[in-house]
T-cell receptor, first 115, second 109 residues
Framework: DVKVTQSSRYLVKRTGEKVFLECVQDMDHENMFWYRQDPGLGLRLIYF???????EKGDIPEGYSVSREKKERFSLILESASTNQTSMYLCASSFGQSGSSDTQYFGPGTRLTVL | QKEVEQNSGPLSVPEGAIASLNCTYS??????FFWYRQYSGKSPELIMFIYSNGDKEDGRFTAQLNKASQYVSLLIRDSQPSDSATYLCAASSRYALNFGKGTSLLVTP
């Protein structure tokens, strides 16, 4: 079974703080993804990585950065948290080839509140 | 903009009926299509994927794909109250998936 874990289920931070969200997968997947999910807006892709140290911007990268130093670990960084970054953050991974291997497996999510 | 469109619902069906969820996509380059189920407060979990035109069945679930019409659907037979959730449709796009906003399904006893 694929397992994707995220460092925290719930997180409360203050405006201006630097926030790290960490994601780890145990299936040797090439691709990893960070999304945020807000009511009425669906899943929106922030960043993804298709190889170690390789990253690409998604649809809403502003205010975020990422780090992938090891294949199994993908971190999302909020350099200076703002209240509009209060959201559910979901990490996902996929094997990395076309067809069924596009399947993305999600972690449990981190509900971040920025006060 | 590569879009995946779904009716937001809620779609309400009685227990034991067939629930039909629909999705259209704009990117003709998409090769694979996925249905995820998401319970409130939880993360999405894969129900099934399809990449060939036609039907694919898995238990009570049937996915249907029509690439000419750019249309994907999910049928849930013998719907149960435990099927009440939001269903997300997704289409492949290079490395990533494009997700629809989801359809909320309510199965009433």
């Amino acid at each position: 079974d694929v397992k994707v874990t995220q460092s925290s289920r719930y997180l409360v931070k203050r405006t201006g703080e630097k926030v790290f969200l960490e994601c780890v997968q145990d299936m040797d997947h090439e691709n990893m993804f960070w999304y945020r999910q807000d009511p009425g807006l669906g899943l929106r892709l922030i960043y993804f990585s298709y190889d170690v140290k390789m990253k690409e911007k998604g649809d809403i990268p502003e205010g975020y950065s990422v780090s992938r130093e090891k294949k199994e670990r993908f971190s999302l960084i909020l350099e200076s948290a703002s209240t509009n970054q209060t959201s559910m953050y979901l990490c996902a991974s996929s094997f990395g080839q076309s067809g069924s291997s596009d399947t993305q497996y999600f972690g449990p999510g981190t509900r971040l509140t920025v006060l | 903009q590569k879009e995946v469109e779904q009716n937001s619902g809620p779609l309400s069906v009685p227990e034991g009926a067939i629930a039909s969820l629909n999705c259209t996509y704009s990117d003709r380059g998409s090769q694979s299509f996925f249905w995820y189920r998401q319970y409130s407060g939880k993360s999405p979990e894969l129900i099934m994927f399809i990449y060939s035109n036609g039907d694919k069945e898995d238990g009570r679930f049937t996915a249907q794909l029509n690439k000419a019409s750019q249309y994907v659907s999910l049928l849930i037979r013998d719907s149960q109250p435990s099927d009440s959730a939001t269903y997300l449709c997704a289409a492949s796009s290079r490395y990533a998936l494009n997700f629809g906003k989801g359809t909320s399904l309510l199965v009433t006893p």
